[in-house]
């Protein structure tokens, strides 16, 4: 069995990381979608709720499983017995930094390999923050995220025109 883990801050999880995942999934036989839990970067979402809306959007997924991580990205691998890493790659500006963890991944556990799969083309220029910044402006996100993390987007930014129309109708 081909276990890969795809890792990422998925803060949050938009229709580009949507893309990868289901493309990774027809390649290899389960997928352990990896949320980080990032001391460093101050993130929108809580690890949990990361966790729980990926998870709500995967669930028609057999081969997936979402769960979150901290510590060494090649320990977890080792734990859960993955032999892949699944990472994007939108731009040459992703390219610099994925070449980076992947050399020190190398590293660190030789036999783990690392597989870029490439954006498609309409999600070549989507990002966790730019889904973020139209959100703050109550911007439509509809084509940016799936729906359960458009709805968590609107109640993070604008609780209150969510509120209006609910009591309205
Ligand atoms: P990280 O903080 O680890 O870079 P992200 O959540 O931003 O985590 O992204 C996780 C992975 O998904 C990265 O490999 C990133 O390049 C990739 N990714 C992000 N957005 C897209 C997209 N729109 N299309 C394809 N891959 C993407």
Redesign the pocket.
């Known amino acids: 069995m081909r276990i890969a883990v ?6 949050p999880f ?4 949507l ?2 995942l289901e493309r990774a999934a027809r390649v290899f036989d389960r997928i352990i979608v990896a949320v ?1 839990v ?1 001391p460093s ?1 101050s993130a929108l979402f809580t690890t949990n709720k990361r966790v729980k809306m990926i998870s709500e959007v995967t669930k028609g997924h057999k081969k997936v499983r979402v769960v979150h991580f901290n510590g060494l990205l090649v320990d977890f691998c080792r734990q859960v017995g993955a032999c892949v890493i699944i ?4 731009a040459v500006s ?1 390219y610099e ?2 070449l980076q963890i992947f050399a020190v991944n190398k590293q660190l556990e030789p036999d783990l390999e690392t597989v870029l ?1 490439l ?2 083309p309409q ?2 220029f ?3 923050s730019i889904a973020k910044e139209v959100a703050r402006y109550d911007g439509d996100v509809s084509t940016l995220v799936p729906p359960v993390v458009a709805e968590e987007l609107r109640k993070a930014f604008n609780p209150r025109r969510g509120k209006k129309q609910e009591s309205a109708q």
Not at 6 to 11: A, I, K, T, V
Not at 14 to 17: A, F, I, P, S
Not at 87 to 90: A, I, K, M, S, V
């Open positions: 795809y890792p990422g801050s998925f803060d938009t229709n580009g990381h893309d990868i980080l990032h970067k990472r994007g790659l939108r992703d930094y994925e799969l954006a498609s999600y070549s989507l990002s966790s």
